[in-house]
């Protein structure tokens, strides 16, 4: 069974890099028709999906954060990662990876992981 | 952005009873719609796509409706683990736009 767990430093500091990764295991990243995405979810808040990308190296990003992100996938290691260029404490969120097929909702989710930005 | 609105923002109900829950899109999504339910301390657990089609291990209670612009999640029957917070979300622009939540209604035990 298809586990997804989030890594982050939990911690940032306003107009640093959050750096994200998403680690998958019971399978591969490179199995055809997924999409690999992060969500996050600012507390009290609705989710907000972030960026997507596929085996193929293939991405989407939310337009209002793409200037902001670099979303990757290692297959070798079979994890994605997410960064977030100069962050502010409006980055707070709780910040989930999920898989999802090509125009489909999101199926399966990490436990998620805390991003505080704070000095 | 298609924005999602999402009526009312609590709804206190009481168990064994019914729960109507409403989502309305800015624009047609035609039937681009899901439906998530989230516990405290939980991410999303998918319930419903395609706006009507139960996800896998859904239990029958929980049913969707609607297309276009306005939708529906309707759970009959409430048992002490539906009272959660539920969300709406549509995937029509794909790519490249953005998938977009609803802001969520917050069920709760009456």
């Known amino acids: 069974q298809m586990q997804l767990q989030e890594s982050g430093p939990g911690l940032v500091k306003p107009s640093e890099t959050l750096s994200l990764t998403c680690n998958v295991s019971?399978?591969?990243?490179?199995?055809?028709?997924?999409?690999w995405g992060w969500i996050r979810q600012p507390p009290g808040q609705g989710p907000e999906w972030i960026a997507s990308?596929?085996?193929?190296?293939?991405?989407s990003y939310n337009p209002s954060l793409r200037s902001r992100l670099t979303i990757s996938a290692d297959m070798s290691r079979n994890h994605v990662s997410l960064r977030l260029s100069s962050v502010t404490a409006a980055d707070t969120a709780v910040y989930y990876c999920?898989?999802?097929?090509?125009?489909?909702?999101?199926?399966?989710w990490g436990q998620g992981t805390l991003v505080t930005v704070s000095s | 952005e298609i924005v999602l609105t999402q009526s009312p923002a609590t709804l206190s109900v009481s168990p064994g009873e019914s729960a109507t829950l409403s989502c309305k899109a800015s624009?047609?999504?035609?039937?681009?719609l899901a439906w998530y339910q989230q516990k405290r301390g939980q991410p999303p657990r998918l319930l419903i796509y395609?706006?009507?089609t139960r996800a896998t291990g859904i239990p029958a209670r929980f049913s969707g409706s609607g297309s276009g612009t306005e939708f529906t999640l309707t759970i009959s029957s409430l048992q002490s683990e539906d009272f959660a917070v539920y969300y709406c979300?549509?995937?029509?622009?794909?790519?490249?736009?953005?998938?977009?939540f609803g802001q969520g209604t917050k069920l709760e035990i009456k």
């Open positions: 979300q549509q995937y029509y622009k794909w790519p490249p736009g953005a998938y977009t």
């Open positions: 395609t706006a009507s």
């Open positions: 990308i596929y085996y193929t190296g293939t991405t």
């Open positions: 624009q047609s999504v035609s039937s681009n």
């Open positions: 999920a898989r999802h097929l090509t125009g489909r909702p999101f199926g399966l």
């Open positions: 019971g399978g591969s990243i490179s199995n055809s028709g997924y999409y």
